[in-house]
């Protein structure tokens, strides 16, 4: 069964830098038509696609969010991550990973997801 | 703001049925037979109940179905019940560049 876990710091400080990762359990990221996709969702509002990685190399990003993210995988690991820098508190929100299929940068649809991690910038 | 328009609140009786919509445009629903649902309950992540318009994944109940008309997606849940009480999310592929879009959920109340 396909489980995503996310891991990193809950809270980051103004204008430094959110680094999340994302371990994968039941199934390889180098899986042929599976994305590994970045979501999140700030508190009471709704979801945001930050962007994806494919297991070739390939990385998919938001527009409004591009200039800030960097999304990596590492095949030795089973996992992929997420870099957002510089924050600020507009960037407070749950974050998720997911696994992402149906069309170009895994945007089709998102299963599973992970449980979320809640990220809060502030100094 | 969200890109594709939901309303914020709807609500049913046990036992009936009701239908959320997703407003959006040509260059997103109306373009793409890629749009998706997601159930949330407070505090878990959301759930894929609705793929490609109008498939359901393994597990889902088929109480949940989707369409879609030129460029609004509707789903709709029969047979209300009180764990169904959620919200509940649309999105979209939207292209190439801007890949994927949200509605702004709509939160369920069961009466």
């Known amino acids: 069964q396909l489980q995503l876990q996310e891991s990193g710091p809950g809270l980051v400080k103004p204008s430094e830098t959110l680094s999340l990762t994302c371990f994968v359990s039941g199934a390889s990221i180098t899986t042929i038509g599976d994305y590994w996709v970045w979501l999140r969702q700030p508190p009471g509002t709704g979801l945001e696609y930050i962007g994806s990685?494919?297991?070739?190399?390939?990385?998919y990003y938001n527009p409004s969010l591009k200039s800030r993210v960097t999304i990596s995988g590492d095949t030795s690991k089973n996992e992929f991550s997420l870099t957002l820098s510089p924050v600020t508190a507009t960037d407070t929100a749950v974050y998720y990973c997911?696994?992402?299929?149906?069309?170009?940068?895994?945007?089709?649809?998102?299963?599973?997801w992970g449980q979320g991690t809640l990220v809060t910038v502030s100094s | 703001q969200s890109a594709l328009a939901q309303p914020a609140s709807v609500s049913g009786s046990p036992g009936q049925s009701i239908t959320i919509s997703c407003f959006g445009t040509s260059s997103d629903v109306g373009n793409y037979n890629v749009v998706s649902w997601y159930q949330q309950f407070p505090g878990k992540a959301p759930k894929l109940i609705i793929y490609e318009v109008t498939k359901r994944p393994s597990g889902v109940s088929n109480r949940f179905s989707g369409s879609k008309s030129g460029n609004t997606a509707s789903l709709t849940i029969s047979g209300l019940q009180a764990e169904d009480e959620a919200d509940y999310y649309c999105?979209?592929?939207?292209?190439?560049?801007?890949?994927?879009?949200f509605g702004g959920g709509t939160k369920l109340t069961v009466l």
């Open positions: 990685f494919y297991y070739n190399g390939a990385t």
């Open positions: 997911a696994r992402g299929k149906g069309a170009v940068g895994g945007a089709g649809w998102f299963d599973p």
């Open positions: 999105s979209s592929y939207a292209g190439s560049f801007n890949l994927v879009v």
